[in-house]
């Protein structure tokens, strides 16, 4: 009986399995390329806000501790917004006659807020709390980054699950005494390799098992 197919014909089957296999691997680094891109998780972008305000500025070159405008960090979930009371506190005395300006004395003057464009936000699903993190020894910098080099405010992590989970599987990495807490730049006085473990102990955070539960963030 003749053969129906060439010999060649082998090996091109070989190829087009070996073609499709690296097709569908391309598309799935692709998909998780993009996926963590700063496209998808917003990062790194500047969001447009009704008074471009300058972390550089303040908590870099004035040193305003961050608790001054974020009242409700260490005991609350959210960071808290400062009200436009707390920005005319220095500015009825400072650059009080600014245009650039003018839509902070509105605000107060009017008597409405200002309508600041969240940059850190998460979807509804995630729940954080602010106050937790901090009295943990959580610092400002750690989810936040440098602000006090930022002139616009960026996110700087991509505050996708497996950037949560590095630090929740080993929180000694990360955390530091809370009287460090807004440092920026921060230093350990000792390697954060005794350090960490000394702290997650006196500070009483939770094992792995329960660092990782689905339900510690999604309630």
């Known amino acids: 009986m003749s053969q129906v197919f060439p010999k060649s014909a082998n090996a091109w089957s070989k190829a087009s399995v070996l073609a499709i296999v690296f097709v569908l691997l391309s598309l799935g680094w692709m998909v998780l390329t993009i996926q963590r891109s700063d496209f998808v998780t917003t990062a790194n972008q500047f969001v447009e806000q009704p008074v471009q305000f300058s972390h550089q500025h303040h908590a870099g070159g004035i040193g305003i501790d961050c608790r001054y405008c974020h009242t409700s960090v260490e005991v609350s979930p959210s ?3 400062p009200p436009t009371k707390t920005c005319i506190n220095c500015h009825s005395q400072i650059w009080s006659t600014s245009p650039y300006l003018e839509p902070v004395r509105a ?14 936000d998460l979807p509804d699903f995630v729940y954080f709390n602010h106050s937790i993190h901090v009295t943990k020894g959580v610092g400002c910098e750690t989810c936040h980054g440098r602000v006090d080099k ?7 992590a ?16 990360f955390v530091r005494p809370r009287d460090q807490i807004t440092t920026m730049g921060y230093q350990p006085a000792i390697a954060q390799a005794e350090l960490g473990p000394r702290l997650v102990k006196e500070y009483k955070i939770a094992g792995l098992e329960h660092m990782t539960s689905c339900s510690v963030c999604h309630r």
């Open 158 to 173: 991509s505050l996708q699950m497996e950037w949560c989970l590095n630090c929740h599987r080993n929180p000694a990495q």
């Open 150 to 156: 930022m002139p616009l405010m960026i996110q700087k």
């Open 107 to 120: 605000s107060f003057r009017d008597d409405k807020p200002l309508n600041w464009v969240r940059v850190h």
């Open 79 to 81: 960071a808290g917004i």
